[in-house]
């Protein structure tokens, strides 16, 4: 099994300990399980090393992996702060009681409708993106009569290597402005002449699923020498160096095992020397982990509607939910384990696509997938499905999403609530 949170019994697939078949018949498919204690214990990694390893740091919960109210309640219970997209995912962590001096408001193209929505919940720092944002947010604070704390956000101008669709760190990106071209020196200068700007810092993210720390090392390198140059040419010392998003989570048994802990120890020995070899203080790290706190406390059931062979071509295995519930192999061709919940112990000599149930062809959820003989009825679990899922579901097809049950030392709960048809007609005139 991919991840210890997962085992088999009887021939059913239990996660966190619960049989999933019987909890599949209590809520019903297509259903989101979330392991509580998985989700916990993935945010302690974090915090536990960090605060271990750094002279100063906290690791803030990218939480557009997965935006709901419970999520930011344990996130604040672990002692993480947030990172924020929108003024709705900042709504729902007010709303969650989430501290907002720990709040974080990225985006690179936030309007002033949420830039003075964000200064009303009294939001800790904007991660400014660009020269157009930082005017309207020194303009706003000054309306408002604030000073507002900031980072800027920056590209190192570094490819991590992954998936193009999640890469960020690269000079040619819509995130940011970069280095090397010698904007980022004037964008900061210009921060530092706002009276309304408190800058505290900067920021870079260089991608998604990084599973050595090599990337970290050349962001550290690139942005302490970056800080070198500010206190050289502009007098000033950042006190924040925020890194950016969290390590890789193993999708499939291909993926690596990272230990998390153990690479948050050396990046932290490789910002020491460098700060030591430039003669800078060490500042405070921030690291933006988002996939890798929930992406492995969660999995998708669904049911299968239908089974067909194509001689010649290939068998399709249709499922009761889809692009809707999951649009990523849609997207960009993710990786996702398939199991069959129910018939764990049963041969798997049937090699299928798992197709969706919306109208649209590329609507599967994965191709090639090595199931037992399936029938009308049977469960399938999709691995490690808490991470941009249910925060990227959509209505299409005029589907209902499914609802959030977690699962937490025996006892489950529903978190967010299955979609009604009265919600699906509740905006209409
Ligand atoms: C998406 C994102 C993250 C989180 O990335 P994960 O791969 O989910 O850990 C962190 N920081 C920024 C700026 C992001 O855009």
Redesign the pocket.
């Known amino acids: 099994m991919i991840c210890d949170n997962l085992s088999v019994k009887n021939g059913h697939l239990y996660f966190a300990g619960r049989d999933t078949t019987e909890l599949a018949a209590r809520y019903g498919t297509p259903l989101y399980l979330m392991d509580e204690e998985r989700l916990r214990r993935n945010c302690r990694v974090y915090r536990e090393a960090m605060g271990r390893s750094f002279a100063s740091a906290l690791p803030?919960y990218?939480s557009?992996?997965l935006a709901c109210r419970r999520v930011y309640e344990i996130i604040a219970e672990e002692g993480l702060g947030a990172?924020v997209?929108s003024a709705g995912e900042l709504y729902l962590a007010r709303s969650a009681a989430f501290p907002m001096d720990k709040v974080f408001f990225?985006g690179n193209s936030k309007t002033d409708e949420e830039i003075s929505f964000a200064m009303d919940c009294g939001v800790g720092y904007f991660?400014i993106d660009n020269a157009d944002e930082l005017a309207a947010v020194e303009r706003i604070a000054a309306e408002k009569g604030i000073r507002q704390k900031a980072l800027l956000?920056l590209t190192p101008g570094i490819d991590p290597h992954t998936f193009a669709a999640?890469s960020?760190g690269q000079v040619d990106s819509k995130?940011g402005v970069p280095i090397e071209t010698g904007q980022a020196l004037t964008f900061v200068r210009q921060a530092l002449e706002l009276p309304h700007i408190h800058l505290r810092g900067i920021?870079a993210?260089v991608?998604?699923?990084?599973f050595t720390s090599q990337v970290f090392y050349d962001t550290a390198d690139i942005m302490l020498r970056f800080m070198a140059e500010l206190r050289d040419k502009l007098g000033y010392t950042a006190e924040i160096l925020n890194l950016?998003?969290?390590?890789?989570v193993r999708y499939t048994q291909s993926d690596p095992v990272v230990d998390i802990a153990g690479e948050i120890g050396k990046v932290a020995e490789h910002v020491k020397a460098g700060c030591a070899a430039l003669g800078l203080p060490e500042p405070m790290v921030l690291m933006?982990?988002?996939?890798?706190?929930v992406?492995d406390a969660g999995l998708t059931l669904y049911t299968v509607q239908s089974t067909k062979t194509i001689p010649g071509y290939r068998s399709y295995v249709s499922v009761d939910g889809g692009m809707t519930d999951n649009p990523r192999y849609a997207l960009y061709h993710a990786s996702y384990t398939i199991e069959p919940a129910g018939r764990m112990d049963d041969e798997r000599d049937f090699v299928c696509t798992v197709g969706g149930r919306c109208c649209e062809s590329g609507d599967m959820i994965q191709e090639d997938v090595a199931l037992p003989r399936l029938q009308r009825g049977d469960l399938l679990a999709v691995l490690t499905t808490g991470?941009?899922n249910h925060s990227m579901a959509s209505n299409y097809n005029t589907v209902a999403r499914p609802p959030i049950v977690m699962l937490s030392g025996g006892r489950d709960y529903v978190a967010v609530r299955r979609e009604t048809f009265a919600d699906l007609a509740a905006r209409e005139l």
């Open positions: 803030l990218a557009k992996a990172d997209v990225h991660i956000r999640v960020t995130f920021h993210h991608g998604s699923q990084v950016g998003g969290g390590y890789g933006e982990p988002g996939r890798s706190i992406a991470a941009y």
